[in-house]
T-cell receptor
Framework: DAGVIQSPRHEVTEMGQEVTLRCKPI?????LFWYRQTMMRGLELLIY????????DSGMPEDRFSAKMPNASFSTLKIQPSEPRDSAVYFC?????????????FGQGTRLTVV | RKEVEQDPGPFNVPEGATVAFNCTYS??????FFWYRQDCRKEPKLLMS???SGNEDGRFTAQLNRASQYISLLIRDSKLSDSATYLC???????????FGPGTSLSVIP
């Protein structure tokens, strides 16, 4: 099992540029989560999907952030335009339907730096 | 008051020591409780669930006190490899609200 795969692992971009983070969940998992981790705020849930449908996006900080899941094996998190305060590690996680919630498997994360 | 609180530490303990972490949560309706472990610059990984009756997994013991709204994690005979940040995770119904605590940093020293 390849686990949750995220790309890129590291991203450095200039303020104002568009950034797209990618995630491939574990095959067969019905839930997909996007998290952001910073020293100041810890690990925050941004949005999650169930069967490719966004269920709760209340954690998305503002309209500059958007997430899509066009199919069961792929999701993107886009920031447009990016700002220095968006610098963080972004994690994608997935979870199967038949296990209790929160037993999520995390990808290795994308470390985003906006300069 | 934050929804999930943990002592950030760091806890510096010698090998073989017993160390305990506490976590408090504010929402009495919370239903699911877990401990995750996160190594430096790595992703969080599930360590163990926390059940009402308390549960043990090798050197790790987790306990839940619903009346006082706190969760604990006890590590016995600590190893160098236990050095990590331990995240307390609390959930309400389903995935409606998932809250990670800020984490407690543990360093086990030779």
């Amino acid at each position: 099992d390849a686990g949750v795969i995220q790309s890129p692992r590291h991203e450095v971009t200039e303020m104002g540029q568009e950034v797209t983070l990618r995630c491939k969940p574990i095959s067969g998992h019905d839930y997909l989560f996007w998290y952001r981790q910073t020293m100041m705020r810890g690990l925050e849930l941004l949005i999650y999907f169930n069967n490719n449908v966004p269920i709760d996006d209340s954690g998305m900080p503002e309209d500059r952030f958007s997430a899509k899941m066009p199919n069961a094996s792929f999701s993107t998190l886009k920031i447009q335009p990016s700002e220095p305060r968006d610098s963080a590690v972004y994690f994608c996680a997935s979870s199967p339907r038949d296990r209790p919630p929160l037993k999520a498997f995390f990808g290795q994360g994308t470390r985003l730096t906006v300069v | 008051r934050k929804e999930v609180e943990q002592d950030p530490g760091p806890f510096n303990v010698p090998e073989g020591a017993t160390v305990a972490f506490n976590c408090t949560y504010s929402n009495s309706a919370s239903q699911s409780f877990f401990w995750y472990r996160q190594d430096c610059r790595k992703e969080p990984k599930l360590l163990m669930s926390v059940y009402s009756s308390g549960n043990e997994d090798g050197r790790f013991t987790a306990q839940l006190n619903r009346a006082s709204q706190y969760i604990s994690l006890l590590i016995r005979d600590s190893k160098l490899s236990d050095s990590a940040t331990y995240l307390c995770v609390v959930g309400e119904t389903s995935y409606d609200k998932v809250i990670f605590g800020p984490g407690t940093s543990l360093s086990v020293i030779p």
